[in-house]
């Protein structure tokens, strides 16, 4: 499935984004171009990093977010 229409990146592509250090949305955009064209994912994405070290202290330092199911995310430290 897509988080990002516009240039057809999945929640796995994402994940893997992130695992190769992508924790923010900017970060995204570089690495996969996700939310770099009509912005309409960007809370999608935002809620995806929420998962991800160091944002979610319950995922630890190797997020899945394929798995994460924290609701709502641990605050960061
Ligand atoms: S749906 Fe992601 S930039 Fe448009």
């Known amino acids: 499935m897509y988080v990002c229409h516009c240039y057809a990146v999945t929640r ?9 250090g992508a ?3 900017e970060a995204l955009a570089a ?10 994912c ?3 994405l935002e809620a995806l990093l929420a998962c991800a070290a160091p944002n979610c ?3 630890g330092p ?3 977010l394929l ?6 995310h641990p605050a960061p430290a």
């Open 42 to 44: 960007q809370p999608s």
């Open 31 to 40: 690495a996969r171009a996700a939310g770099s064209g009509c912005s309409r």
């Open 12 to 20: 796995r592509q994402v994940s893997d984004a992130v695992r190769g």
């Open 57 to 59: 202290r319950a995922c």
């Open 67 to 72: 798995s994460c199911d924290h609701r709502p």
């Open 23 to 25: 924790f923010t949305v």
């Open 62 to 64: 190797a997020p899945s």
